[in-house]
């Protein structure tokens, strides 16, 4: 079994900045993709960004240049660095990971990721 556990989530003003963490325990992530989403109320799970093993890290375009992805291998640990936050940043945040070698087009899609935390929460104020 493969446990997430997802930290960081605050309340942070329009401009700010929040460092969000996923520790991963269980089976080993060395050849797995993990992925960060986030849901809004009223609105459907969207991808934010993933890093998959030897291709490397990709972003929704409605965070590239202000959110950074990162992984430590030898903690299990993912971190999504968040930056020029605004109120449409505000929602719940998710930690995913997969065992699978999901194919490129497939990382942005929830249901190709098989373990989810249990989320944390991002309010950004105006």
């Known amino acids: 079994q493969v446990l997430l556990v997802e930290s960081g989530g605050n309340v942070v003003q329009a401009g700010g900045s929040l460092r969000l963490s996923c520790a991963a325990s269980?089976?080993?992530?060395?050849?797995?993709?993990m992925g960060w989403f986030r849901q809004a109320p009223g609105k459907e799970r969207e991808f934010v960004a993933a890093?998959?093993?030897?291709?490397?890290?990709f972003y929704a375009d409605s965070v590239k240049g202000r959110f950074t992805m990162s992984r430590d291998y030898k903690e299990s640990m993912v971190t999504l660095e968040m930056n020029s936050l605004n109120a449409e940043d505000t929602a719940v945040y998710y930690c995913?990971?997969?065992?699978?070698?999901?194919?490129?087009?497939?990382?942005?899609?929830?249901?190709?990721?098989?373990?989810w935390g249990q989320g944390t929460q991002v309010t950004v104020s105006s």
């Open positions: 995913a990971a997969t065992n699978r070698r999901i194919i490129l087009s497939a990382l942005r899609t929830p249901s190709s990721y098989d373990y």
């Open positions: 890093i998959r093993d030897t291709t490397g890290t």
């Open positions: 269980g089976r080993s992530f060395s050849s797995s993709v």
